[in-house]
């Protein structure tokens, strides 16, 4: 099966060069917006081939492309797959495109809830505001940049450094992600309010209109609902 995908990429990288300009040089003709749209139709059917070894070699060969808006259109697709392969090489590809994911948290029920019960008693809401959930919320409410090794960039296994309190990527604030079926499994270390480090976990599924959602864990701490852009 391996080998019958190899050729078959093989087969559709040199008919793609063949019949458009992805691979073609910059001295080639600009498209005009009319060859350009027939060109993109073209590249959405071939994503969405009812062969399914085919429809994986067309999309492995768009996202190994230069061209952005190809590899949106099937990185699209396979994300938006019911397979389970194609997800995952969906999922690598737009990870890699980016170099890094925005994560971003939203307040958890239980700080939420406690927020809400202790409105208009200011020696709660100082307790509160004085809590490590409460503080990291805060700390982090703008999104938490999750940065991709770029040794590790397109594995299913991959390195990634938290950024969460922190402005530069350091061993120290990292851990392994694990990429497959359409889901980001993340665990690690992470710098905390303290300026000390945390055990993180952040588990996140792909989701309709190119977003991943899970939650984000401090420790053992409520989790965060937490959501990522892919595309």
Not at 8 to 22: E, F, N, Q, R
Not at 29 to 56: F, H, I, M, S, Y
Not at 114 to 135: P, V
Request: charged content about 25%; overall charge neutral; aromatic content about 8%.
């Amino acid at each position: 099966m391996k080998s019958l995908k190899m050729y078959l990429t093989l087969l559709v990288i040199a008919t793609v060069c063949g019949v458009y300009p992805l691979c073609a040089s910059a001295k080639d003709p600009v498209l005009t917006p009319q060859e350009r749209a027939g060109e993109l139709a073209n590249w959405r059917e071939k994503c969405n081939d009812p062969d399914p070894d085919l429809r994986l070699a067309y999309i492995e060969s768009a996202i190994a492309s230069n061209d952005y808006s190809i590899q949106r259109i099937c990185m699209r697709s396979a994300l938006e797959s019911n397979d389970s392969d194609l997800r995952e090489i969906g999922l690598r590809g737009a990870i890699a495109s980016m170099g890094q994911i925005v994560v971003d948290i939203s307040m958890p029920e239980e700080l939420k809830s406690a927020l809400d019960k202790a409105k208009g008693d200011e020696n709660k809401l100082k307790d509160i505001h004085g809590t490590y959930l409460y503080r990291y919320y805060r700390s982090n409410a703008a999104g938490i940049i999750m940065l991709i090794d770029q040794k590790s960039t397109g594995k299913s296994v991959q390195k990634w450094y938290c950024l969460a309190n922190v402005t530069k990527p350091s061993d120290e604030y990292s851990g392994t992600a694990n990429l497959g079926g359409g889901k980001i499994l993340w665990s690690g270390k992470m710098r905390n309010t303290s300026n000390s480090s945390s055990t993180g976990t952040l588990n996140l599924t792909v989701d309709s209109g190119g977003m991943a959602k899970g939650f984000f864990q401090v420790g053992d701490f409520a989790p965060f609902p937490a959501s990522g852009k892919l595309y």
